[in-house]
């Protein structure tokens, strides 16, 4: 009897013991962060995180690992990274953050048709770091698209449009390295040879900036390599205005003296394609541009539904415009 006695006062202090040190909320009421470096022990985490407050005990932590490892459930190797906590927890959450890797990090979405300017000033609100710094790595780092674009000045064009999670303490290159990988992995999956990359995103991203119906995109870029085959300037708004951004004078309209800078980029006092991409283009401006359709357009303007209106000579061009004028008046 009295074995059974001290048997269950032993069962009731080890269940005390485990609900205070394993099951009872322990850690920070604000924000905290915890860095854990690659290849720290399992006791080596478990004293950091007692350190900084985020459990009891480091003992029990270890215990908690030794159960897991005895059961055989779920990951068992804790991930290395950056953990945020801001509020109490059982040790078992805290656990099990650090085995799923539910590590700390800031997102930014980047949109197909994004520019440098665009895309920097979503790295700034995503709070990693000022735009400008962004920016300027993004012009000093062209040896990242030595590969497609020997002559670049800049990495527009190759930030492929995705979402993106950082860790808080990403550096412009860092971020910058992800996004150029990712445009790689993506020209691979695609097929894009190598000497054909920079002609084709050039071309995507005027596509891109033109039109945002899918549909119409190998229809316009079908017009821009006929007028390019005609030597007939490629007149396209959003390269003009790209020239704009980078001399820092874009205002939100077209002026008469943008359309007549000397910039390479002004696509209607300069032959050809201009000299880079002007935005960072999606999958389906890039495949309009690699597969353009068979047409003999040499025109297009936006119908008043948003749509778009191609034409194959200038008096029907006219036509479209002012059907589009007429439809557009209040």
Known sequence: MRLIKFLLFVIVIVAAAVGYFVMLPYGPSAESFGEIAPGTSSAGI???????????SRYAFEVLRVWHELRKTGPQTLKAGEYRFDHAA???????????????TKTVVIPEGYNLFEVAAAVEAAGLGPKEAFLDAAMQHTEL?????????????????DTYKFNRHATPLQMLLAMVKRFGVQMQRMGVPQARVSRTITMASLVEKEVHIDAERPEVASVFENRLAAGM??????AVVYASLLRGT??????????????????????????????????AAIRAALHPASTDYLYFVADAKGATRFAATLAEHNANVAAYRAGAKP
């Open 46 to 56: 478990g004293q950091q995180l007692e350190t900084a407050g985020i459990i009891r």
């Open 250 to 283: 874009w205002t939100g309209v077209i002026h008469q003296s943008e359309l007549h800078s000397d910039s390479a980029y002004n696509t209607y006092g300069h032959p050809g394609l201009p000299p880079g991409p002007i935005c960072n283009p999606g999958v």
């Open 233 to 238: 300037p490629l007149q396209t708004d959003p």
């Open 145 to 161: 698209i030595a590969l497609w674009s020997p002559g670049a000045t800049s990495l527009e064009g190759y930030l492929f449009p």
């Open 90 to 104: 059982p040790l078992t959450e805290v656990y099990d953050r650090i085995a799923r890797g539910d590590v700390y």
